[in-house]
C-alpha cells in the first residue's frame, strides 16, 4: 500500500500562486508516476498533471501547461505542484494520486490523497 498526504491547499486572489505538496509513504519503490487531478463542485475529477517517479519527465493538461509545474523530490517522497496566475476556474479540490503503471487516467490510479480545497476568488 502507498499512502499519499497532500497540503497547501487554501484562499488565494485571482493572479496569486499557491504550491501543493503530496507526500507519498508505504511502498513507495511501486510507484510509477504521480499525477494530480482536481474536481470542481459537479464536475468529473480531470486530469492536471503528471511526472514519471523515475525519470522525471512530465506531462499536463493542455489548459494548464503555462501556469502549472509539477516536480519531485525523490529523497523526500514528495511531489509538488506549483500553481501560478491563477483564475477562479481553478478553484476545486486537488487530489494527489499515484500509479504502478500510469496515472493519465483516474481508472489506472492506483492510490488517492484525501484531497486538498483550493479557492480562488475574483
Known amino acids: 500500500q502507498v499512502q499519499l498526504v497532500e497540503s497547501g491547499g487554501g484562499l488565494v486572489q485571482a493572479g496569486g500562486s499557491l504550491r501543493l505538496s503530496c507526500a507519498a509513504s508505504?511502498?513507495?519503490?511501486?510507484?510509477?508516476?504521480m499525477a494530480w487531478f482536481r474536481q470542481a463542485p459537479g464536475k468529473e475529477r480531470d486530469f492536471v498533471a503528471a511526472i514519471n517517479w523515475r525519470g522525471g519527465r512530465t506531462y499536463y493538461a493542455d489548459s494548464m501547461k503555462d501556469r502549472f509545474t509539477i516536480s519531485r523530490d525523490n529523497a523526500k517522497n514528495t511531489v509538488y505542484l506549483q500553481m501560478n496566475s491563477l483564475k477562479p476556474d481553478d478553484t476545486a479540490v486537488y487530489y494527489c494520486a499515484a500509479g504502478r503503471t500510469g496515472v493519465g487516467r483516474t481508472t489506472e490510479v492506483d492510490y488517492w490523497g484525501q484531497g486538498t480545497q483550493v479557492t480562488v476568488s475574483s
Open positions: 508505504g511502498r513507495t519503490f511501486s510507484i510509477y508516476a
